[in-house]
């Protein structure tokens, strides 16, 4: 969804008081300072991944910007500036850096801050609450008001990632656009000179991984991304969190499942439900994927387990080691494929 905002089709005499206007509903109050005649700009914003992404396209102007009063945790933001075209000053806590085409900084929309240009320029406004900017960055301090040379590689891509999202995201899954923000917050973190040594798995973010995967393992499209943007992590460490069990996410997820369908198998509460139903239950969406994916796992089909399971009355009578090392009853030479819809 975008919304677009343009002084073309206007009367000159009436262009300033309605980009002063349109400009104040996306930024606030602020003082600008126009010119009396020729003034003309353009406003488009969409949005992305929930958050504003707004190119300014104007001629020459300045303005001032001061906090709301009620600015707190929950409402202070970052704006990632990235310039498109043209040359434009930033001012904030005493620092002034000069943006050109490529270039890129950050602002802190809690701190009184200044802009101002004297030829037409387009540039590019990311905003993004605070919080969030320092979860997906892994950082608690965000540098304001340091030019990200776009000259630089590293600056380039975040420069080429900001139009691309402005540009595509429109036409983008939302999957996409995650995976995306995820590459542009790791690139923005890399700007201010933190690697991604930084990023060193510990018990407190598995912990809270695996209680994310438990608490939505019934919903079928529980994906690497969704974890990962929940986390606040991007998919790639999300993923190298995991290489160190020899897993991948989506092994994880599936072993998970099927571990937690075993033991809904097992007990008595459920045995009015069909397997077919407790596949279901914990985020199985086929019923023909869930009985191969059992009987692979566990070398018993899920059909005979349960009937193993009620002749013995337990689950620790009569039971031999399955190849995963687990006991599964009978587990011998498991057969043919048996159907699980029972």
């Known amino acids: ?3 677009l905002f343009t002084t073309e089709l206007l009367p000159a005499s009436d262009r300033i008081d309605a980009w002063q206007w349109n400009a104040q509903q996306i930024c606030g109050d602020c003082r600008i300072r126009l010119p009396k005649a020729s003034f003309h700009g353009c406003i488009e914003v969409r949005h992305v991944g929930g958050f504003p992404l707004t190119r300014f396209s104007s001629s020459s102007l300045a303005f001032w910007k001061s906090p709301f009063n009620t600015v707190n945790a929950e409402t202070r933001s970052c704006i990632v500036i990235t310039q498109l075209a043209g040359a434009r000053m930033y001012s904030q806590n005493g620092s002034e850096v000069v943006l050109r085409p490529g270039d890129s900084t950050v602002i802190d929309s809690a701190v009184p801050w200044s802009s101002a240009c004297k030829t037409d320029c387009v540039r590019l406004y990311f905003r993004v609450p605070r919080w969030i900017m320092e979860q997906k960055t892994q950082i608690q301090e965000i540098p ?3 030019r990200i040379s776009g000259a630089s590689a590293l600056g380039a891509a975040l420069s080429h990632l900001s139009q691309s999202l402005f540009e595509e995201a429109e036409w983008m899954k ?4 995650a995976a995306v923000l995820d590459h542009y917050f790791e690139t923005l973190s890399a700007c201010f000179g933190y690697g991604d040594d930084r990023f060193v798995p510990g018990a407190e973010l598995t912990r809270r991984i695996l ?3 438990d608490d939505h393992i019934s919903e079928p499209t529980l994906s690497p991304v969704e974890i990962a943007v929940a986390i606040g992590i991007s998919v790639r460490h999300l993923h190298r969190v995991f290489s160190a069990t020899g897993k991948t996410v989506s092994d ?3 072993e998970r499942r099927l ?3 075993r033991q809904d ?8 439900r069909t397997i077919t139903e407790i596949a279901f239950l914990r985020g199985f969406s086929d019923a023909a994927h869930f009985s191969h994916s059992f009987r692979k796992h566990f070398g018993v089909c899920a059909r005979d387990f349960r009937t193993q399971i009620a002749s013995h009355g337990s689950d620790g009578f009569g039971c031999e080691r399955g190849h995963h090392g ?3 009853p009978g587990a011998r030479d498991p057969g043919p494929d048996c159907s699980m819809l029972s």
Do not use: A, K, V, W
């Open 211 to 213: 209680e994310f995967i």
């Open 252 to 254: 994880f997820i599936r």
């Open 144 to 146: 304001t008001s340091r």
């Open 174 to 177: 939302q999957s996409e656009i």
């Open 259 to 261: 571990d937690q369908c």
């Open 265 to 272: 198998l097992i007990n008595p509460r459920y045995q009015e």
């Open 1 to 3: 969804m975008s919304r």
């Open 326 to 328: 687990r006991d599964i």
